[in-house]
């Protein structure tokens, strides 16, 4: 599942996107979890755009959610921040940092995950030349 940016229409063009609209649409997300629940997912990640604050918010008031990857405000945790059952991920910005997430799912449920906070080291990398 995914979650915009609320303020993308402020910080980009409207011309970009002329038919979406953008807020926090904690509704809907709860809608899209619990459809995916009732499809059979084991798990439920939230990938979001909306700032550290805004998705400890969510991980509090929709339940069913287990692991948010919190995107916006360039955190880079060390550990999760665990809100009621959701573990909120943040890799902070710009390849910095990689998170590595394993997870132990059993009858449908998280019950346990190794979680590791990965630095990139972009001096000690050759550039791809393709690339760059």
């Known amino acids: 599942i995914g979650q915009a940016f609320p303020y993308t229409p402020i910080a980009n063009p409207h011309w970009m996107f002329p038919e979406w609209s953008f807020s926090i649409r904690e509704e809907e997300v709860a809608k899209n979890v619990a459809a995916a629940r009732a499809e059979g997912a084991d798990i439920v990640v939230l990938l979001s ?4 604050d805004v998705d400890r918010a969510l991980a509090a008031r929709v339940p069913g959610i ?4 919190a ?3 360039h955190d880079a945790l060390p550990e999760p921040v665990i809100v009621g059952q959701t573990l909120v991920i943040a890799s902070g910005s710009h390849g910095k940092f990689l998170t590595r997430l394993d997870l132990d799912v059993q009858d449908g449920k998280l ?3 190794r979680h590791r906070l990965i630095p990139v080291f972009s001096d000690v990398i050759t550039p791809d030349a393709d690339m760059t």
């Open 71 to 73: 995107g916006h405000t």
């Open 111 to 113: 019950k346990s995950y």
């Open 49 to 52: 755009h909306n700032g550290f």
């Open 66 to 69: 287990d692991i948010i990857l």
